[in-house]
């Protein structure tokens, strides 16, 4: 059984602060990572993938992947109101099929 | 560009009724998923197509669930009979297959109620 696994939150942040989410994956053999940004009552919205180990950086978003210790995180800079939202950890492991983790709540307070 | 395009956004209907969704993936995506998502289980992959074909639905719940993709452009997802427990929303995504690493993009759902 391939599992994505994320602490479901509530992870509550002031606004301006840095917001740090995490996700474990147990299929060594997966290849890329997704994070998905999904508002309430809406539908997954990409917003940051990565392939390599190491940093990946675009605007406030920085995702960290470490295939040897098996996780990646997501790291949101300068925490906004309009960040609250649910985050999902999605992981490919062969063919296009992903694996989506159950998601992270973040909460950020004015 | 049109996203991916789902139809209806929101279903009531009785249990024992019929209910057929749709979706239109993205131009030259050739990858077609369906995931039902709900508070208690998440986000869980029921099917999905490559090139039309079924390729896995391992994650159809039961027989009442039936999907089809009769073209490039169109698939539905039919629960016969509905029931109660099947409220939930319905998202279908899509990709290309032929790249690898691809993301699938969503639709905007599906809000299935069973009375």
């Known amino acids: 059984q391939k599992e994505v696994e994320q602490n479901s939150g509530p992870l509550s942040v002031p606004e301006g602060a840095i917001a740090s989410l995490n996700c474990t994956y147990s299929?060594?053999?997966?290849?890329?990572f997704f994070w998905y940004r999904q508002y309430s009552g809406k539908s997954p919205e990409l917003i940051m993938f990565i392939y390599s180990n190491g940093d990946k950086e675009d605007g406030r978003f920085t995702a960290q992947l470490n295939k040897a210790s098996q996780y990646v995180s997501l790291l949101i800079r300068d925490s906004q109101p309009s960040d609250s939202a649910t985050y999902l950890c999605a992981v490919n492991n062969a063919g296009n099929m992903l694996t989506f983790g159950g998601g992270t709540r973040l909460m950020v307070k004015p | 560009d049109a996203g991916v395009i789902q139809s209806p956004r929101h279903e009531v209907t009785e249990m024992g009724q019929e209910v057929t969704l749709r979706c239109k993936p993205i131009s030259g995506h050739n990858s077609l998923f369906w995931y039902r998502q709900t508070m208690m289980r998440g986000l869980e992959l029921l099917i999905y197509?490559?090139?039309?074909?079924?390729?896995?639905d391992s994650g159809m719940p039961e027989d009442r669930f039936s999907a089809k993709m009769p073209n490039a452009s169109f698939s539905t997802l039919k629960i016969q009979p509905s029931e109660p427990r099947d409220s939930a929303v319905y998202f279908c995504?899509?990709?290309?297959?032929?790249?690898?690493?691809?993301?699938?993009?969503f639709g905007d759902g599906t809000r299935l109620s069973i009375l």
């Open positions: 197509f490559n090139n039309n074909v079924p390729i896995d």
């Open positions: 995504a899509s990709t290309r297959k032929d790249r690898a690493n691809q993301p699938q993009h």
């Open positions: 299929d060594r053999g997966s290849q890329s």
